[in-house]
Structure formats: C-alpha cells, structure tokens
C-alpha cells in the first residue's frame, strides 16, 4: 500500500511540473533526462505522454508506471499499479480484481466523473487490462538502492463514475534507463 501511496505522490508532483519544449530524437517528447514515455490509443485517439516512469519491484511483486502530459491547465494522465504474489520478469500479465491491481487514465481535469477512467471503479463494472514486460534492467536508483526499470505493452478496457467506457490499445511503455 505504501508503494501505491508514493506512486500516485510521485504522479501529482510530476502533473505541477511544467512540460518542457525541448525534444529528442528518439522519443519525441519532453522529458530529456531519462527520455522515457508512454503512447497509447484511447477509443482511436493517440496520446503520447513524456513525464514519468516505470518500475518494477520484486520486494513486493509490484511493476507499475505513471506519466502524465505537464499541462497543469488540461492535464492527463495514466498510471497503473500490478500486483502479484510471486516474483515479475519479462512475461505477459493480466489482471484480476484485488485491492492493488489498477489503471487509471485521466483524459481531462474537468468532470472528473466522465472524464477519469478505471479498471474497477467504485460500484460499477469492473473492466479488463493486461501487461507485457519486454524488457527489464536493473540500475541504481535515485538513491542508491537497485530499481528495476521496464518496457513494454499494455491494453485495457476502463469504466468512468457514469459507466461510460474507453478502451485502450497499442499501449507502449519505454524507460530510457533499460539501454
């Protein structure tokens, strides 16, 4: 509960940031420290975002990922957190409804009961979504400690407050610090 709680810290600190215009070949995004980003389809419509990161941690069978666009006036952004009860690895993974598996997408800061999609909503259908990690490396962390960092793919199928639905597809996760 502790890492969902510093996840979802981490994702609000990076919505006050401000996206930086800078761009990189390889990624085409904003985010020139570690180049990472996430691009998906949600109900056909292409969304690429450059602020955040993934990670995996085996001392709680955790992987996860967070990014949003840095627009503070029409911010977006999706996160997800995967549990399991066994050690993670490059390997597909769906997800079954506990207390710690979740995506959320935030397609709009406004009407947050239309516009913020979950995989188990409060009260309403539950949705479906799946992972695969197609690459993994562990690298020091911020602070020293050893952190797994992940790419891969996603889809999913999520509900809002009202039962409206999005579906997302050719989702793609890249961490610079997998190279």
Do not use: H, W
Request: aromatic share 12%; net charge positive; proline share 2%.
């Amino acid at each position: 509960m502790k890492k969902i709680i510093l996840i979802l810290i981490a994702t609000l600190t990076f919505a006050a940031c401000k996206k930086d215009k800078t761009t990189t070949p390889n990624n085409g995004g904003g985010n020139i420290n570690s180049q990472s980003f996430i691009k998906f389809k949600a109900d056909g419509v292409q969304y690429q975002f450059d602020i955040g990161t993934t990670f995996l941690d085996n001392d709680v069978e955790q992987l996860g990922f967070g990014y949003n666009n840095g627009n503070a006036s029409d911010f977006k952004s999706i996160t997800m957190i995967f549990d399991d009860n066994k050690p993670l690895g490059v390997n597909t993974y769906t997800f079954v409804k506990n207390s710690m598996n979740s995506i959320i997408f935030n397609k709009s800061n406004t009407d947050k009961n239309n516009n913020e999609y979950f995989l188990y909503p409060a009260g309403g259908s539950s949705g479906n979504a799946s992972v695969t990690v197609t690459k993994m490396k562990l690298v020091p962390g911020a602070s020293g400690q050893l952190v797994y960092y992940i790419n891969g793919t996603f889809s999913a199928k999520l509900y809002n407050k009202n039962g409206g639905t999005v579906d997302i597809a050719e989702g793609e996760f890249f961490e610079s610090r997998t190279n």
